[in-house]
């Protein structure tokens, strides 16, 4: 491992106080405290994703996740611009739904909201960070405020943020970013990008990761397809200071993957991943299903906001589990889902740096 890793990989590892370059992706949903912690353990960076839970849910993962580990761990929010309410638009999605709730014996929410606080106007989650201060904090979607990020960095937190190009990267790195996560195309869940309106160059990761670190000053984490050692390595020999890996960790006894999730990545769903905007109103990558089936007739334009979606599609799942039906579930995966294992996370960390080996 060391042939492959020059000074900036084993600089980041010594700031982030870990004995592998793989960070486990903090996969709001999937992600657990219990994950986080195998992994933190075995020697990597466990995260867990609080962007859709409120701030006394967070300050509880945290804890329980800090019980569990003395290791440094990584705590994910989502950066989204606050939500333009459309009742007109609203109205006409869940008119659009109703023949899929009727599928399954139900009828649509009569009105749809806002599913979650973005980071951006949540002081309370601010403040649970300060008070906590988990050893990262990572950002998705965006920048929180210039003050903001100076009293994270005052409390001596690591801040990472998500960029899908060479733009978003560079305003990460003005903000004052100690790591920039590079996610391809590839790469299950929803698209980083700052703004969800302008042209998505697609840039696959290794293209990506060779971009950034020929043009930004700040460490590069590989993000996108990532399932083995073998991956990990060519991410190092391309310049990636450490990897992030989340399709890889579904299947481990920790997610909280559900039983429909964990036969879905291990069925031929796995080798036709999808980007859709039906399911929650932004880009994302998952194993397709009635739910991406009927988006591919739907015109972008024609989805309510992010995450105002996101509460009808979590509704009509809802409705459709009570029924046996699983196919509208937000089974985010990349294009690396067909290399997925099911281990438990402690056996997973262990193979991979074996295969890095």
């Known amino acids: 491992m060391e042939k492959i890793m020059p000074d900036q990989h084993n600089n980041l590892m010594k700031t982030l106080r870990i004995a592998w370059p793989i960070i486990q992706a903090p996969m709001a949903g999937t992600s657990t405290p219990a994950l986080a912690a195998a992994v933190s353990n075995a020697g990597g960076l466990g995260s867990i994703g609080v962007g859709a839970m409120t701030a006394n849910e967070a300050r509880r993962a945290i804890t329980d996740l800090r019980e569990r580990t003395a290791q440094p761990f990584n705590v994910n929010v989502f950066c989204h611009p606050p939500v333009k309410k459309d009742a007109t638009l609203e109205r006409q999605w869940l008119e659009r739904l109703w023949p899929e709730f009727e599928r399954v014996g139900a009828a649509p929410p009569d009105e749809i909201a806002e599913a979650y606080k973005s980071f951006l106007d949540d002081y309370a989650m601010l ?5 906590t201060k988990p050893n990262v904090v990572s ?6 405020s210039a003050a903001w990020i100076a009293a994270l960095r005052d409390a001596g937190i690591i801040l990472f943020s998500t960029a899908t190009n060479a733009v978003d990267a560079r305003l990460a790195v003005a903000s004052g970013m100690h790591a920039i996560v590079a996610q391809g195309f590839e790469a299950g869940g929803h698209r980083g990008m700052f703004d969800q309106n302008a042209e998505d160059t697609q840039l696959g990761t290794a293209v990506l990761v060779r971009e950034l670190v020929a043009r930004v000053s700040l460490p590069v984490i590989a993000a996108g397809g990532i399932m083995d050692g073998a991956g990990i390595g060519a991410m190092l020999r391309l310049g990636a200071a450490a990897t992030q890996l989340g399709t890889a960790f579904i299947a481990t006894e920790q997610s909280a993957a559900d039983a429909a999730f964990r036969a879905a990545i291990f069925s031929e769903a796995a080798q036709h991943t999808v980007m859709t905007c039906a399911i929650s109103g932004r880009p994302a990558r998952c194993l397709p299903n009635r739910f991406t089936a009927l988006g591919k007739s739907v015109p972008a334009d024609k989805i309510p906001a992010y995450p105002v ?6 509704a009509l799942h809802a409705a459709a589990k009570l029924k046996g039906e699983f196919g509208y579930g937000a089974y985010w995966a990349g294009q690396g889902a067909p290399l997925a294992r099911a281990l438990s996370a402690e056996k997973l960390m262990a193979t991979l740096c074996k295969e890095m080996r």
Do not use: T
């Not at 403040?127 to 008070?131: A, Q």
């Open 309 to 314: 979606a996101y509460s009808a599609g979590k």
């Open 127 to 131: 403040s649970v960070l300060l008070e």
């Open 139 to 144: 950002f998705h979607f965006g920048l929180p």
